[in-house]
């Protein structure tokens, strides 16, 4: 809760969206900030918090007249009972529908003494929403290769997607249940309107719109409630509100608040589910999708759930319990229509009504269901061939990370992989292209390498020797790239590198320390007597890589400590016989650089 005005309006810097009546939240706008307070607010029917009038208020420094206003409304909670008087009456306006928090209209912070009036409210397990881009994109590209390599995609009770693969007549499902993986299902459909990539999109059984309401369901704790407070919280969090999505254009709305220590006016902006309508009975009259349920003859809207035989059971008789099967409206909802009014209440609903049907079946599971269970029914896709073609980021293109040009030559390594989640070998090539940033040629790029038949879970792997003679030093930037026709994953299949290339001269001394460059262990620093302790061909002068895994670094810097006032010989750079001040100045002028440059050493 906000313990003082400037508290409160750092952490109102955006707000969640929320329908009038109903409750929102009140946080920041970034993940490196503190998410503690989600305060319910005061909202639009479209989800947009409602500012209080603009009024002229008195500077509390100068006492003159300044505009004011244009606040965030808390919406009031006043305890019952409220012994420890709470939420004073002073603090509650009742002009507004529902009541509000006495807000300071010059600072927009709720008032003093009014703070026990705010409600929060806890998101759960969707703090997952905080988690940084590469693991919303590394979650989905599992659902991308689930749902690609299937024979058949449907939709279960709850509407969650399912991936069906039939072998020998046999149909297994995989459902897309765990929550982080819908999450990133809700966020990819909102900013693109589509799973996969724009030439090999995935065809989904429902509109990206329902589909994405249904995730954004299955991500949320089974127990807890989706509203349009939560939607749009997650939304902030996620950064939707300042991206491209499907719902742009945007709604904008101006707000006063604390910037920098300034009161003045900023324009916060926020998702349009204006064009979304849902309705509670058309839904789960078309799931599960298509039907399946009872197998022989499947009818529209009907699931199966354990269910006592006699709910009047009394003790010592112990309850007997039996699958049943019916139709999900009645079974979750009785005759509760839900929210109809469409837009972003209507998301949230469809969105709760999802984790309704998950809760209710978790609660009332069919046991052992792949034996009592009626079986989801696909055909299959006889003769599909598919798979997952992929170059790891860490280990499929290795290239020299520095050379001399002109010199002896270096080798390349790169390895393609079948992933253990493809169903098919894999057929096609993998070509690398080395390129030049000063122009000029690699002799031999690019490279193509054929593989064959390569089976799910194994990888194929090429070594290659080249050499360069582009007469100046120069960066090369290497790209790898797997292309197989009936890939289902293409944001695996390009990986880069670079190599900075040196020049040496066999007549130049660069640094005036007697010895050529051509036999100089440290070419631009002045080392006459050549130290090279760990014998790596990289004098100690310029190398700071106390552990020879080719760039210095927070290990590196970890050793120099450890040996700091020693007589080290490997820490002792400048070799003066005392590893110091001065070995460290040398250490943190190469930090994250390899070591070098060099006539002779080699680095991994």
């Given at each position: 809760m906000f313990t003082s005005p400037k508290t409160m309006l750092i952490r109102v810097t955006a707000i969640a969206v929320a329908v009038v009546g109903s409750v929102g939240f009140i946080t920041t706008a970034n993940a490196q900030q503190d998410y503690g307070d989600l305060i319910i607010l005061l909202r639009d029917d479209s989800g947009v918090p409602m500012p209080s009038p603009e009024v002229l208020v008195p500077d509390p420094e100068t006492g003159l007249l300044v505009d004011g206003g244009l606040c965030w409304q808390p919406i009031a909670f006043v305890p019952d009972p409220d012994p420890d008087n709470l939420c004073p009456a002073e603090c509650v306006i009742e002009a507004t529908t529902p009541a509000t928090v006495s807000v300071d209209q010059f600072n927009c912070g709720v008032a003093a003494g009014c703070s026990g009036c705010t409600k929060e409210v806890d998101i759960g397990r969707v703090n997952s929403a905080r988690a940084p881009d590469r693991v919303f994109e590394s979650q989905l590209e599992d659902v991308i290769v689930t749902l690609s390599t299937a024979d058949c995609i449907t939709l279960d009770p709850a509407g969650r997607l399912v991936a069906s693969h039939v072998v020998d007549d046999i149909v297994t499902t995989k459902t897309i249940d765990s929550p982080l993986q819908n999450l990133a299902i809700y966020r990819q459909l909102l900013l693109d309107g589509f799973l996969g990539d724009a030439v090999r999109s995935i065809d989904l059984p429902g509109s990206a719109f329902d589909t994405a309401a249904r995730g954004l369901g299955a991500a949320i704790d089974k127990t807890s409630e989706v509203n349009v407070d939560?939607?749009?919280?997650?939304?902030?969090?996620?950064?939707?509100?300042?991206?491209?999505?499907?719902?742009?254009?945007?709604?904008?709305?101006?707000?006063?608040?604390?910037?920098?220590?300034?009161?003045?006016?900023?324009?916060?902006?926020?998702?349009?589910?204006?064009?979304?309508?849902?309705?509670?009975?058309?839904?789960?009259?078309?799931?599960?999708?298509?039907?399946?349920?009872?197998?022989?003859?499947?009818?529209?809207?009907?699931?199966?759930?354990?269910?006592?035989?006699?709910?009047?059971?009394?003790?010592?008789?112990?309850?007997?319990?039996?699958?049943?099967?019916?139709?999900?409206?009645?079974?979750?909802?009785?005759?509760?229509?839900?929210?109809?009014?469409?837009?972003?209440?209507?998301?949230?609903?469809?969105?709760?009504?999802?984790?309704?049907?998950?809760?209710?079946?978790?609660?009332?599971?069919?046991?052992?269901?792949?034996?009592?269970?009626?079986?989801?029914?696909?055909?299959?896709?006889?003769?599909?061939?598919?798979?997952d073609v992929a170059i790891s980021e860490q280990s499929g293109l290795q290239v020299p990370m520095q050379m001399v040009d002109g010199g002896d030559g270096r080798e390349f390594f790169v390895t393609v992989s079948n992933m253990s989640s493809s169903p098919d070998p894999a057929t096609g090539t993998l070509t690398v292209t080395a390129v030049p940033e000063s122009g000029g040629v690699v002799?031999?790029?690019?490279?193509?390498?054929?593989?064959?038949?390569?089976?799910?879970?194994?990888?194929?792997?090429?070594?290659?020797?080249?050499?360069?003679?582009?007469?100046?030093?120069?960066?090369?930037?290497?790209?790898?790239?797997?292309?197989?026709?009936?890939?289902?994953?293409?944001?695996?299949?390009?990986?880069?590198?670079?190599?900075?290339?040196?020049?040496?001269?066999?007549?130049?001394?660069?640094?005036?320390?007697?010895?050529?460059?051509?036999?100089?262990?440290?070419?631009?620093?002045?080392?006459?007597?050549?130290?090279?302790?760990?014998?790596?061909?990289?004098?100690?002068?310029?190398d700071p890589d106390f552990n020879n895994d080719g760039i210095v670094n927070i290990m590196d810097m970890a050793y120099l400590k450890a040996t700091f006032f020693t007589d080290d010989a490997l820490a002792d750079l400048n070799g003066d016989g005392v590893v110091n001040a001065e070995d460290l100045g040398i250490l943190s002028s190469m930090f994250f650089a390899p070591p070098g440059p060099s006539c002779c050493g080699v680095l991994p």
């Open positions: 939560l939607v749009a919280y997650l939304n902030l969090i996620m950064e939707l509100d300042e991206r491209t999505t499907i719902l742009d254009p945007k709604i904008c709305e101006t707000f006063r608040e604390e910037v920098q220590g300034v009161i003045q006016l900023v324009e916060k902006c926020y998702l349009d589910y204006g064009a979304f309508g849902y309705d509670r009975t058309s839904n789960f009259g078309g799931l599960p999708a298509p039907p399946h349920i009872p197998a022989g003859n499947p009818q529209n809207g009907w699931f199966e759930h354990l269910a006592e035989i006699n709910p009047q059971q009394q003790p010592p008789d112990p309850p007997l319990f039996h699958i049943t099967r019916g139709p999900t409206l009645p079974a979750v909802f009785d005759v509760d229509p839900g929210f109809t009014n469409g837009r972003i209440g209507g998301f949230a609903q469809a969105a709760d009504d999802t984790r309704a049907v998950i809760n209710f079946m978790h609660d009332w599971p069919v046991p052992d269901a792949d034996v009592f269970g009626t079986p989801v029914v696909c055909a299959g896709n006889p003769g599909l061939i598919t798979y002799f031999g790029s690019p490279w193509v390498f054929e593989f064959t038949d390569l089976a799910p879970g194994t990888s194929q792997s090429w070594t290659t020797f080249f050499n360069i003679g582009l007469g100046e030093e120069t960066t090369i930037n290497w790209t790898a790239t797997a292309d197989a026709t009936h890939d289902v994953n293409l944001g695996n299949n390009t990986v880069t590198a670079t190599t900075n290339v040196i020049v040496t001269s066999s007549d130049t001394d660069e640094d005036d320390d007697g010895l050529l460059d051509v036999v100089d262990n440290c070419t631009v620093v002045f080392n006459p007597l050549q130290i090279d302790v760990d014998g790596d061909g990289f004098g100690n002068f310029c």
